[in-house]
């Protein structure tokens, strides 16, 4: 291929008007691009395919609609994340496993994330070498693993296996001011917008790689922007937008965390004003990082449709976790079981798919592996995952399927050995203590829950690993913030249902992940 350093911004600088409407211009570019209406043409090549994952997208709290009603062209799912944190869901979307069967428990190497011992293991069984080997010609760039590309994680040399070309930022999500490993190679950017800008330069190199494709064979990319993860950094033509909008004030907004874990019931109810400005001024950021994305993907469509490839190409559109802004008055994070944190975007378009639909059978991110290689021919007996294949819901004639009645959500807390300087009342064992010192996650922070969703119940049920062994448990269909946990008002023989199913879960395995024939 022609050398790939080529600009990262400049893609285009369109007046974003219209106040919150403006907001909605993801949503409805892929509402209204990312749509077949009618079953595409059938192809003798197999279908490409195409993962847009975006960082920190959240579905509960505005992340994707604002107090607009949205009109959905596209394929949409009730969809969650397996593990609410970034490089274990990362993991879990490539692997299409639960984090107790990849074993990378959070962002730190002593956690697996990118380890050497999830490069001997999952990681050689990803989803992409079962593509590479079907002759794809893959392509991957932006953010991979939080410790991807650090020394004792194999630097910029290490490939994973599977990646025709790999453009990977090294470490965390950053906008300008980053290494890339460019096939194995050390890239160095700066903070031009026109060279740098993240988002931009993804996009760029992806257009490129599809001018330089072989047309013989079929395409799989995967485009991993930093959007909409801190520090928020907006291209220049966007800093201005959203200069009115705040954080939503409803459901959980600013409540106290009452019968929760302790976690919950440490930050100070009301918020003070200088958390709350806090929040809204990231929130507004967030906002502002996605207009890149909305023109990431508008003119991602674009190409595929003048190069006649856009009617075989499945495209989807998601997110490795939530995210809350002043939730039960925690400021801004993730890792939490709560709705906000653990729901995540996920759209489609593709051949066989009709249009506006939204399907309510929960979809799980590790359900993404088996459905990218259900749609690329390969026998999914064949391949060691927990989640299934929705290619069945996706397009009905091409598959026969199964709902899932229920599923596990699990989380390994995060904590520092010493008390943080800045908050020295805290004592060790918590992490991300910002801003005004309310910590998001500790040690003991570490969770499994049941989340039961079909007709009968709408339900969670999780405990935690502590010295408080506490459980929480919450009817959403009744209190959809889970502002109540009920766990002392519930029927018994509830309770004992779901604890027998998060004890199977928790040492399920490849197909005992989908036997669902326990009550």
């Known amino acids: 291929m022609a050398d790939l350093r080529i600009r990262a911004g400049a893609t285009r600088s369109p007046q974003r008007g219209g106040g919150h409407s403006a907001a909605l211009s993801l949503v409805t570019l892929l509402s209204a691009l990312l749509t077949c209406g009618v079953r595409c043409a059938e192809s003798d090549k197999p279908s490409n395919i195409i ?74 069984e990803a989803f992409p070498t079962y593509l590479n080997k079907l002759k794809y010609q893959t392509f991957f760039s932006g953010k991979y693993l939080n410790q991807y590309g650090s020394k004792a994680a194999g630097s910029v040399g290490h490939i994973p296996p599977g990646w025709d070309q790999w453009h990977a930022l090294v470490g965390n999500s950053q906008y300008y001011n980053y290494t890339l490993s460019v096939n194995g190679k050390e ?25 330089d494709r072989s047309p013989q064979h079929p395409f799989f990319l995967m485009l991993s922007p930093p959007a909409c993860h801190s520090p928020w950094t907006a291209a220049p033509q966007y800093q201005k937008e959203f200069k009115d909008v705040q954080a939503p004030r409803d459901g959980s907004f600013n ?33 502002q990082t996605l207009l890149s994305v909305d023109d990431m993907v508008e003119k991602l469509v674009k190409k595929l449709d003048s190069i006649k490839e856009l009617n075989n190409t499945y495209i989807f559109y998601t997110s490795d976790n939530g995210y809350h802004t002043g939730q039960f008055s925690l400021p801004i994070d993730k890792r939490q079981l709560y709705e906000f944190d653990i729901r995540i975007p996920l759209m489609v378009r593709g051949p066989g798919i009709k249009a506006k639909q939204v399907l309510q059978a929960p979809v799980l991110n590790i359900d993404l592996a ?22 069945a819901q996706m397009a009905p004639s091409l598959r026969n399927g199964t709902a899932r009645p229920y599923f596990l959500v699990e989380y390994t807390g995060e904590g520092q050995p010493t008390s943080d300087p800045t908050c020295p009342k805290l004592g060790p064992g918590v992490s991300q203590c910002f801003p005004d010192c309310v910590c998001e996650d500790a040690y003991n922070n570490t969770y499994a829950c049941v989340r039961t969703l079909d007709s009968k119940m709408n339900m969670q049920y999780c405990e935690f690993a502590d010295s408080e062994s506490y ?5 959403l269909t009744s209190d959809p913030h889970q502002l109540e946990n009920i766990v002392k008002k519930v029927d018994p023989s509830i309770l004992q249902i779901m604890n027998q199913r998060l004890i199977k879960l928790q040492s399920c395995m490849s197909d005992s992940c989908r036997d669902y024939k326990q009550k």
């Open 370 to 391: 088996p459905t990218i290689l259900d749609i690329a021919g390969v026998n999914l007996s064949s391949v060691n995952v927990d989640g299934q294949s929705f290619l």
């Open 255 to 287: 409540k106290p965390g009452k019968d929760k874990h302790w976690l919950l019931r440490q930050p100070p109810n009301p918020m003070p004003n200088s958390s709350i400005t806090f929040l809204d001024n990231a929130y507004r950021k967030r906002w």
């Open 471 to 475: 459980v929480e448990v919450y009817n």
């Open 187 to 211: 890239e160095k950017h700066g903070d031009s917008y026109e060279d740098d800008y993240l988002t931009d330069l993804i996009l760029n190199r992806s257009l490129h790689f599809l001018d």
């Open 51 to 124: 993962l847009v994952l975006v960082d920190d997208q959240d579905v509960q709290i505005g992340g994707m609609v604002s107090e607009f009603t949205l009109e959905i062209y596209s394929l949409s799912f009730v969809s969650f994340t397996v593990t609410p944190l970034c490089c274990p869901s990362r993991s879990s979307i490539l692997t299409g496993r639960y984090p107790h069967n990849h074993e990378v428990r959070n962002n730190s190497l002593n956690g697996n994330c990118s380890s050497l011992q999830w490069q001997k293991g999952p990681e050689a």
